[in-house]
């Protein structure tokens, strides 16, 4: 599809191609949408397998952050950085400075952050050019590691997704699988059980387990078998695209809610959850504590504000939650229609000349 059908396909405003011959800078900047404010987004950086699929990457992880800052209620567009090359190879102080110079002058359409291949040092070099990036650590005033926040406002969704199909939001003696024992999983899992919930834990890295049982006693499973532990919560914290037809079939629980980004592999998992009669935290929604937190920077970071701010995530899914059953529409698509309606609405008012 030629570059510019594919902007108008999703509805994006812009797409910028940065090159910087010394450093060897090859990277993409997408602004999805900025109705809301500045784009906000992270910067990713992959051994990408050609131009074609950095770019679809962008398009399409700039759009799902205008989603995710429109159902937060934060006043921020969606976009998104890529960098072809490999992190572990390819990285240098020349090159975040590259980047940083570009993305300074974007004006502030722009704020980058940390992502996929990228770190708080990396985010720290293009912060010497620019000052339209979050993620400064918590010594220097920041907002540091967002994962903690991002566990409190799982646990937060996990609350509204109990209420509607238990009746009740004590988490105690709810049974609950955690896919992904990582920065965020393991954060749920230490809120989970103080708050008294039986848990069942897998990952494909022995050591991320250790960590989890030496404090906790909980029940592990083969990664493979995820999904066939009868539970009341699938709390996936690992990977996307985990929730398909396949998979669907395979869910014993009543409940899908946890941290992971893009856990449906396409929308129609969506509607294949919702006859089945399981209730879906939008991804976007429930894990959006983490955005929630960096974007608080713009305000002199207050974690009490931030915090404050995550907790709402449980009324914003309880409303969610309500459409959805008012409509009888999968909760993928009640989520979507929030965020548009919000876009849509702050847009005609921001129509007036101030
Ligand atoms: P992480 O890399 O720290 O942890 C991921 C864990 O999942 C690792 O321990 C890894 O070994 C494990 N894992 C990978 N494949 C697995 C599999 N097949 N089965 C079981 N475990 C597997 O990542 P994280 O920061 O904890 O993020 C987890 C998810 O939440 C990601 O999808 C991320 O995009 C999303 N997310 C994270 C944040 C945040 O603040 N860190 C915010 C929003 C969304």
Redesign the pocket.
């Known amino acids: 599809m030629p570059l510019f059908e594919k902007l108008k396909d999703r509805q994006h405003e812009q797409i910028v191609f940065f090159r910087e011959p010394v450093s060897g800078l090859r990277a993409i900047v997408a602004i999805h949408d900025t109705t809301l404010g500045p784009a906000i987004g992270g910067v990713r950086m992959r051994r990408y397998s050609g131009e074609d699929e950095a770019v679809d990457d962008a398009l399409s992880l700039s759009r799902s952050m205008t989603y995710k800052a429109a159902g937060a209620g934060v006043n921020f567009g969606g976009g998104q950085a890529v960098v072809i090359g490999d992190p572990r190879a390819d990285k240098s102080e020349a090159l975040w400075r590259a980047l940083g110079r570009f993305i300074d002058g974007l004006g502030g359409r722009y704020i980058a952050g940390e992502d996929?291949g990228t770190s708080v040092e990396d985010m720290d070099h293009i912060r010497t050019e620019t000052k339209y990036v979050v993620g400064i650590p918590r010594s220097e005033g920041g907002s540091g590691?967002?994962?903690p926040?991002?566990a409190y406002g799982v646990v937060r969704g996990l609350e509204a997704c109990c209420k509607v199909v238990r009746g009740s939001d004590d988490l105690e003696g709810i049974h609950v699988v955690v896919?992904?024992?990582?920065?965020?999983?393991?954060r749920v899992v230490d809120i989970l059980a103080a708050r008294g919930a039986r848990l069942t834990v897998?990952?494909?890295?022995d050591e991320?387990v250790g960590r989890v049982t030496s404090r906790h006693r909980v029940e592990v499973v083969d990664?493979d078998e995820?999904f066939d532990v009868p539970c009341d919560v699938f709390c996936?914290?690992?990977?996307?695209e985990?929730i398909s037809a396949e998979t669907v079939e395979r869910l014993k629980c009543t409940i899908v809610a946890?941290?992971?980004?893009?856990q449906l592999a396409d929308e129609e998992s969506g509607t294949l959850l919702h006859r089945r009669g399981v209730l879906y935290a939008p991804?976007y929604i429930i894990?959006?504590?983490?955005?929630i937190?960096v974007a608080d920077e713009f305000h002199g970071y207050d974690r009490e504000r931030a915090l404050r701010k995550t907790g709402a995530i449980k009324q914003v899914l309880l409303r969610i939650f309500a459409g959805a059953a008012a409509e009888g529409i999968p909760t993928n698509k009640a989520a979507d229609r929030l965020a548009e309606e919000r876009i849509e609405r702050i847009g005609r008012v921001r129509r007036t000349y101030a």
């Open positions: 996929v590691d967002p994962s926040v991002c896919q992904g024992l990582g920065n965020v999983g393991s897998a990952d494909i890295d991320a990664p995820v996936p914290c690992a990977l996307g985990i946890g941290a992971a980004n893009n991804d894990n959006a504590g983490a955005l937190n």
